[in-house]
């Protein structure tokens, strides 16, 4: 992480600006799990918390929105039928998709496992962006208050943890959710969840891949 060392310490006499260069370079590349909020606690202790924050928040979502986009491009290489099968999946998500948005970007998660699969999925990109803000926005408050305020146990809740370990983890992560997303026939799944539930439609899965492994 030397490279990102030294942008932050030619980001940081930039004040506010400098705090969103570095929330956006701190996004930008999918896996790469770099600990931008630890400099932004930092110099939250000089800056005004809440224009610091705003400015975090959307320094990190315009970020983010590159993996995202990752994942949109991938899905030009998919067929047609594959297209409208994850149309009605994203159709599918709603609320649902968009409390997971929040929840992966509005804490410390790797959100790499949402945005990459959501943008092959197509999900609607209005409301992904919407809801990705909102949980930046969060974030970015969350530690320039707690920053300016000297709650020091936040550098604990920021992580530093081994880097490896979480770029493996989110990549594991992102080829298993990808690979059920591409797996499934949504529009069948939706139509069986709304006549015979959730569960139902489950355990009908698990029955066909037992079913599979008998015939072998």
């Excluded at 004040?15 to 400099?39: C, D, E, M, S, T």
């Excluded at 959307?58 to 990752?70: I, L, R």
């Excluded at 949402?114 to 962006?129: D, E, L, M, T, V």
Aim: aromatic share 14%; proline share 4%.
């Amino acid at each position: 992480m030397d490279w990102f060392s030294i942008l932050i310490e030619s980001l940081q006499g930039y004040g506010y600006a400098g705090a969103l260069l570095i929330a956006f370079f701190g996004n930008l590349v999918p896996f790469l799990p770099v600990p931008f909020l630890i400099p932004i606690f930092i110099i939250s202790g000089v800056l005004d918390p809440l224009p610091l924050g705003l400015a975090v928040g959307a320094g990190a979502t315009f970020g983010k929105c590159v993996a995202y986009a990752v994942g949109r491009g991938g899905a030009a290489f998919l067929g047609e039928k594959k297209k409208e099968e994850l149309r009605c999946f994203s159709r599918a998500l709603g609320k649902y998709g968009d409390l997971a948005i929040f929840i992966f970007s509005a804490f410390p998660l790797p959100d790499d496992v949402i945005a990459i699969p959501f943008g092959i999925a197509r999900y609607n990109f209005k409301r992904f962006f919407v809801m990705l803000l909102l949980g930046k926005l969060f974030l970015g408050l969350l530690v320039a208050f707690s920053g300016h305020y000297s709650f020091e146990i936040i550098i604990g809740y920021l992580g530093n943890g081994n880097v490896l370990y979480g770029v493996l983890a989110s990549v594991v992560l992102v080829v298993l959710i990808t690979a059920i997303i591409l797996r499934i026939n949504w529009i069948e799944a939706v139509d069986y969840t709304q006549k015979h539930g959730l569960l139902a439609y489950a355990r009908m899965l698990i029955n066909r891949a037992l079913s599979r492994i008998a015939g072998k």
